[in-house]
């Protein structure tokens, strides 16, 4: 069951109202779907033969991504493609972070990743090209374990790496604890597993083909290494065939560097019209959802969920209409903030006894947050309202420190009055406001410098929203300076 719902076969089923649905009926169809998409005989049992499957190495990116069933959204193709793209046709590289223990040389690894992405520059018009330092398009990292992104590496075997589509960053991340080779039979083979991931890097997701450089599983090291002919319409799809060098022809554009696919708007016109959030939040389950006035949308890899919105007051039982501000904590609890109260759900089941003041749970915190979030860089809580921010520590006394609150100007590039923020699970934490949102680099502690720039459209790049709906005239604000608070904790929330 993790493992289908690791890698997208199902949904995670511990939200209680779902609890009916575990039932051997229901698991069989799941693993029937995933006998499908490895090529086994779909008996829905679990065979020798579909636990071997399960147990191989492979790419830690979900085979199923966005809405629907592959059977549905693509009958005739087995390549899928995630729904981005990138916009420019030169792209940028740096290897961050080396192999710690590996046979494998600095100059070699370079190597390897040059030749992994020449696999799919040899089809198209692309360009890769290796920085040591600076912003880049594409940052490639070699991590352990628990580095930052929310998708933990599982130490040698299992996930060997995973990489993140144009519109979450295309960054690329590899599991340190594998035994990374070079032209051997032995250990891993970065150039195969690396051109894999740079695929997703690119805008493909998992292909069902199993010869195909893109389908989920590590075949091996293959000294011929070349793209399936799947694999090569998929990236021809998105970027085209590679033509006969002509003189070029120069036109500016401002146009963004990667696309996200356009959607009609029959169920989004409420959200595109006006894409402002009351507060946004990802549950336990790893679902995220955004809310607004008393209805509430559910966000896939690229879009909204069929049959979305739907009201809170039906599917969130005792939590109210316009919300100030919502997280969800460690422990899998989500928060919700409004007035002088808060909320505790877990998954969408309002845990007993709530709501509560927020002056006896979160002691030091302001009534009428804009904002709340777990920040990645130090693990602690951090409420949002006006031109300041608090930091809230449920394991210190007293929980929020003297020197807060401090002014938001601290954090580069955010402005003031938030509508709400979220740490997402590609590491980043996202700032949202008056229908557009910032990213936020938790590394360098400022918002990401990139092109197009932010704040950004939050309809068009989280909701699916086409351009012309676009809100254009938001505000950049800045912080100003002052600081002053205290707090004492006699009501833990935790």
Known sequence: QMYLMKYGYMDNMSN??????LSPDFLKDHIMDFQGFAGLNQTGELDPLTVEYMKMPRCGVKDKVGKGSYAKRRRRKRYVLQGSRWRVRDLTYKISKYPSSSRLSRSQVDNDIAEALKVWSDYTELTFTQKESGK????????????????????????????FFPVYGGDAHFDDDENWSSESLIGTNLVQAAAHEFGH?????HSKTHEALMAPFYRGYDPKLKLDGDDIKAIETLYGKRKEKTPPTTVQSVTPPFDVPRFGISDRDEICSHSKIDSIITTKNKQTYAFKGSKYWKLTDDSIAEGYPRRISSDWEGLPPDLDAGFTWTNGRTYFFKGSKYWRFTNQNMDEGYPKLISKGFVGIPNNVDASFVWSGNGKIYFFKGSKYWR??????PPVKESYPKQISNWEGIPNDLDDALMYSN????FF???EYWRFNDRKFQVD???PPFPRPTGRWWFGCPESTDIDDKGKNSSSDDSDGEGIQNDAPF
Do not use: C, M, Q, W
């Open 16 to 21: 209680s109202k779902s609890a009916p649905l």
């Open 136 to 163: 880049v398009h594409i940052d490639i990292r070699f991590d352990r374990r628990e580095h930052g992104d929310g998708d933990p590496f599982d130490g040698a075997g299992g996930t060997l790496a995973h990489a």
């Open 201 to 205: 890097s690119l805008g493909l997701s």
């Open 392 to 397: 809230f520590d449920p394991e210190a006394r």
């Open 427 to 430: 590491g980043y934490t996202y």
């Open 433 to 435: 406001k008056n229908g």
């Open 449 to 451: 410098r990139t092109n």
